[in-house]
């Protein structure tokens, strides 16, 4: 089982409407979750952290965590084509280092 | 403020050669971290410096790879005798607090 999970997609959703993508994660002693936006050719861009279980709202985005579930996910409201991208959960632990999910595709229709 | 650059941008290379990839970071930022990203897959951890030392370097995949940060500022990759599973997106990112990392464009490097 890998440490963070997330499905490849792709997850299409027609503009405005509200895409969520969701991770799940194995270590239970993780304590930091991150979303990451990564376009095609492109680095990863830090859109979100999540400390604490439940809702953090910024903007059109907003991420929740369940820790007793083991999940995290993130909601995109009204969504835009430019939010078309590959999106990458990552946790933190006492490792010193981010561990990333595969990352979930996302393609917004016009 | 500027933030983490990467140099070359691309590296195309032969099998067997020696490539050395460059990382700056974020100006202030201590800690760095070098992560290498395969096609469809998300960034794996290779090294984490905090200022000159090597804090953690378990990523490392084997004795061909080796970074430095001698000034604590910029860090350099190091690849020996490199082999075609090497070929990937290598990526470093820099840190003033552990968790919230800040990735530069990446280096491109193919080997052929």
């Known amino acids: 089982q890998k440490e963070v999970e997330q499905n490849s997609g792709p997850l299409s959703v027609p503009e405005g409407a509200i895409a969520s993508l969701n991770c799940t994660y194995s270590?239970?002693?993780?304590?930091?979750f991150f979303w990451y936006r990564q376009y095609s050719g492109k680095s990863p861009e830090l859109i979100m952290s999540i400390y604490s279980n439940g809702d953090k709202e910024d903007g059109r985005f907003t991420a929740q965590l369940n820790k007793a579930s083991q999940y995290v996910s993130l909601l995109i409201r009204d969504s835009q084509p430019s939010d078309s991208a590959t999106y990458l959960c990552?946790?933190?632990?006492?490792?010193?280092?981010?561990?990333f999910g595969g990352g979930t595709r996302l393609m917004v229709k016009p | 403020g500027a933030g983490v650059s990467q140099t070359p941008s691309n590296k195309v290379t032969e099998k067997g050669k020696y490539v050395e990839l460059r990382c700056d970071p974020i100006?202030?930022?201590?800690?760095l971290y070098w992560y290498r990203q395969s096609l469809g897959q998300g960034p794996e951890f290779l090294i984490y410096?905090?200022?000159?030392?090597?804090?953690?370097d378990s990523g490392l995949p084997n004795d061909r790879f080796f970074a430095v940060r001698p000034e604590g500022s910029v860090s350099t990759l190091k690849i020996q005798r490199t082999e075609r599973g090497d070929s990937a997106v290598y990526l470093c990112?820099?840190?003033?607090?552990?968790?919230?990392?800040?990735f530069g464009p990446g280096t491109r490097l193919t080997v052929l």
């Open positions: 990112a820099s840190s003033n607090r552990a968790d919230t990392q800040y």
């Open positions: 270590d239970r002693g993780s304590q930091s």
């Open positions: 100006s202030g930022h201590t800690a």
């Open positions: 410096f905090q200022g000159t030392g090597a804090a953690d």
């Open positions: 990552a946790l933190y632990n006492a490792g010193n280092m981010l561990t």
